[in-house]
């Protein structure tokens, strides 16, 4: 017979359990996410990668000849999959499409929508999107540039329709980014959020990475404090495509940006960094060529997939969760990028740019 004690333990067992199914079964994008961490595993060293073959090619139709597929951001929303990302077409037109797939199994099947067909985007320049949800807001926002750095907003990230027109995050290029960016121009951008503030990370493809700031109260508005925190003599060491997330419960960040390994055979690869906080100083993890975060010398493809690209560029780390924290499972990175065929050539915006997905092999966890 359970004495009172017991009871009462009992009981706060079967309260504790019921709050955990009752919020696992919450509406909203929390229920619809990739499992979550617990805690922060440590990140290694160094890495390694095994690549899938190309998962998401261009489907061009009569009104959109697309050549490549690029740029993508993806998550996972009402147990399914989605990608947005940048299309160029024939005419070398920059702009954004939108798939999703139940499986990664589905993606190379799965019908493709462009932005350009949504009226309140139209027909614009467009690219590099990255979406997320904004808990705060309880609103959905797609950051991209369209020269300037620009977002739109939706209740719905499954329906490409349905984002508004591009608002601008400032009224002119910061004095310090017209200073700096020489012949490049500010682009890739990233937004992520502490407990207090909103960060912008951007780069300028020449040398340099750099941050602004405004608080949670006033996002998407407010961005000041501009400041390089990367920069490199060698533009393409520090060239462009940046990501930043959080490492699990840890409070520490990842920085990611894309290089071009100069020294050897000019192909596209990642170096990364860490820091105790999104204002913090970057430090070092795996960020030079001999020593990358993703290059083709440390990527194996999967069994009967071809070396299909030597070439790993601009993409995103698959987000354990959707909202602005941009929180990642250290103990099972995996990376969806854009790759292409070694021996393409000619005009970047006519290169076949197709999508894979990386997963990491050697995880300390």
Request: hydrophobic share 35%; net charge negative; with cysteine.
């Amino acid at each position: 017979m359970a004495t009172p004690r017991m009871r009462t333990f009992i009981s706060g067992l079967v309260l504790a359990l019921l709050a955990v199914g009752l919020t696992s079964l919450a509406p909203g994008p929390a229920a619809a996410d990739a499992s979550r961490t617990g805690g922060a595993g440590p990140l290694p060293g160094s890495f390694s990668w095994s690549s899938t073959g190309p998962l998401i090619s261009p489907k061009p139709d009569a009104t959109h000849p697309i050549v490549s597929i690029k740029d993508p951001t993806v998550f996972r929303y009402g147990d399914r999959w989605h990608v947005y990302a940048t299309t160029a077409d024939t005419a070398g037109a920059w702009s954004l499409a939108h798939t999703s797939f139940a499986d990664w199994s589905d993606a190379a099947a799965a019908p493709q929508t462009f932005l350009g067909t949504n009226p309140n985007i139209g027909n614009r320049y467009a690219a590099a999107p990255q979406v997320f949800y904004f808990a705060p807001q309880k609103l959905w926002y797609m950051v991209y540039q369209t020269g300037p750095p620009s977002y739109s907003t939706s209740n719905n990230p499954a329906d490409p329709g349905s984002w508004s027109a591009p608002r601008y995050f400032f009224d002119s290029e910061p004095p310090i980014v017209t200073e700096n960016k020489g012949n490049g121009a500010w682009l890739d951008f990233w937004t992520i959020r502490d407990t207090t503030d909103c960060y912008l990370f951007f780069s300028d493809g020449n040398g340099h990475q750099y941050r602004s700031r405004t608080t949670l109260g006033e996002f998407p508005n407010g961005f000041r404090d501009t400041a390089i925190v990367l920069s490199e003599p060698n533009r393409f060491d520090l060239f462009e495509a940046s990501n930043v997330y959080r490492i699990g419960d840890s409070g520490t960040y990842l920085m990611l940006v894309e290089a071009l390994a100069t020294k050897s055979d000019w192909r596209r690869y990642f170096r990364a960094w860490t820091a105790d906080s999104l204002g913090g100083t970057w430090t070092p993890l795996a960020e030079t060529e001999a020593d990358p975060f993703i290059r083709s010398t440390n990527v194996t493809f999967e069994a009967g997939q071809p070396a299909w690209t030597v070439d790993f560029s601009h993409g995103d780390l698959i987000r354990d969760g959707v909202d602005q924290t941009q929180k990642i499972n250290p103990c099972r990175l995996r990376y969806l990028y854009q790759g292409m065929d070694p021996a393409s050539s000619g005009d970047y915006s006519q290169l076949p740019w197709r999508l894979g997905l990386l997963t990491q092999t050697n995880s300390s966890c």
